[in-house]
């Protein structure tokens, strides 16, 4: 595939991503029970910067995965963004799809730790996210699973509505 060409492709996917959920569970998806797959043996964040706190659903056929982050009300981050209307920093709604990203990464290849993210390309945010929303995460890999460099999308929604969308890279770190 060509620059020109996965440019295209991403911002395609990105269009599609701002109007409804990136993919749909399929044969292959498989329920994730609470606990079964912490995230700590999958990616290296821990608390309080693991910004993921379950994943739900897997798919590997698809590519694709879905978690989830309840953004506590008493969370630290909304006394300074912003005191008087809190609202969630869009920068961690990023860093919680490439961590989401990330375990699919891991999973996809069938060990620990081997992706970082190695830029956002394009984001777009459509609604605020506030104290005591939980926000649905979904990410699918675009591409092939081989490569140096992996690309994939990322979206959050609360209640079913798009909150934002991102297409990012990743890089093999190992």
Known sequence: MTATSAAEEAEQ????????PL????PDT???????LPLTGLIPHRPPFLLVDAINVVD???????GERTLAV??????GHFPDHPVYPGVLIVEALAQLLAALGALSAGQGPRLAVATS???????????????????RRLGGAGGFVQRGVGQALIDGEVCAAVIMEAAHVD
């Open 13 to 20: 996917t990105l269009r599609r991503a701002r109007r409804g």
């Open 23 to 26: 993919w749909s569970p399929g």
């Open 30 to 36: 498989r329920v994730i029970p609470p606990g079964e």
């Open 60 to 66: 590997l056929v698809q590519g694709a995965i879905a």
């Open 74 to 79: 008493d969370d630290p981050v909304f006394a």
């Open 121 to 139: 390309v394009r984001a777009v945010f459509l609604r605020p996210a506030r104290p005591g929303d939980t926000l649905i995460l979904m990410g």
